[in-house]
T-cell receptor
Framework: AQRVTQPEKLLSVFKGAPVELKCNYSYSGSPELFWYVQYSRQRLQLLLRHISRESIKGFTADLNKGETSFHLKKPFAQEEDSAMYYCALQGAQKLVFGQGTRLTINP | DTEVTQTPKHLVMGMTNKKSLKCEQHMGHRAMYWYKQKAKKPPELMFVYSYEKLSINESVPSRFSPECPNSSLLNLHLHALQPEDSALYLC????????????FGQGTRLTVV
């Protein structure tokens, strides 16, 4: 079975502060992990994937197989980062989402 | 074209009605998905089509009937729905051979009265 856990439903930080959104996963195979973001009134869209090891909009995420984690980080939060963030795991054929974290950046 | 298009955007239907949701993509993706998303909840997988064949049905009630008439289209036929079926229905597509990102449509906001 594949499972994704995001322990924080809500996260609120001030502009310019560091942000970390936590994600842990459970999967017996080789996981493909993603962070998706949903801005207000916009469609769900990919933010980044672990395999590309890139930084998008200042966000990075490192896959830690030992801790089965894929936390999302940004050193300096911006107001436009306010959105719903979902960690997702692509298994054999299924893309399964965590419960999501609503990130609010306060001015 | 990197879009998944869903129609209609909004739908209100009675419990005895029959309606269909439509999804279209022209990215050459051969995997297509239906998800259901309730308010303040993550998307929940309903069905997966791979190369136009149903490969996963997540124990969805038979009042939801998916159809994939060709590689670009995905339908979800609705019949005798319940008020608790009211939700945002999302369609997505991806390449089934390389586990790349899924592209999502804007969704159909369904209200069952």
């Amino acid at each position: 079975a594949q499972r994704v856990t995001q322990p924080e439903k809500l996260l609120s930080v001030f502009k310019g502060a560091p942000v970390e959104l936590k994600c842990n996963y459970s999967y017996s195979g080789s996981p493909e992990l993603f962070w998706y973001v949903q801005y207000s009134r916009q469609r769900l869209q990919l933010l980044l994937r672990h395999i590309s090891r890139e930084s998008i909009k200042g966000f990075t995420a490192d896959l830690n197989k030992g801790e089965t984690s894929f936390h999302l980080k940004k050193p300096f939060a911006q107001e436009e980062d306010s959105a719903m963030y979902y960690c997702a795991l692509q298994g054999a054929q299924k893309l399964v989402f965590g419960q999501g974290t609503r990130l609010t950046i306060n001015p | 074209d990197t879009e998944v298009t869903q129609t209609p955007k909004h739908l209100v239907m009675g419990m005895t009605n029959k309606k269909s949701l439509k999804c279209e993509q022209h990215m050459g993706h051969r995997a297509m998905y239906w998800y259901k998303q309730k308010a303040k909840k993550p998307p929940e997988l309903m069905f997966v089509y791979s190369y136009e064949k149903l490969s996963i049905n997540e124990s969805v009630p038979s009042r939801f009937s998916p159809e994939c008439p060709n590689s670009s289209l995905l339908n979800l036929h609705l019949h005798a729905l319940q008020p608790e079926d009211s939700a945002l229905y999302l369609c997505a597509s991806s390449s089934p051979t390389s586990r790349t990102e899924a592209f999502f449509g804007q969704g159909t906001r369904l209200t069952v009265v």
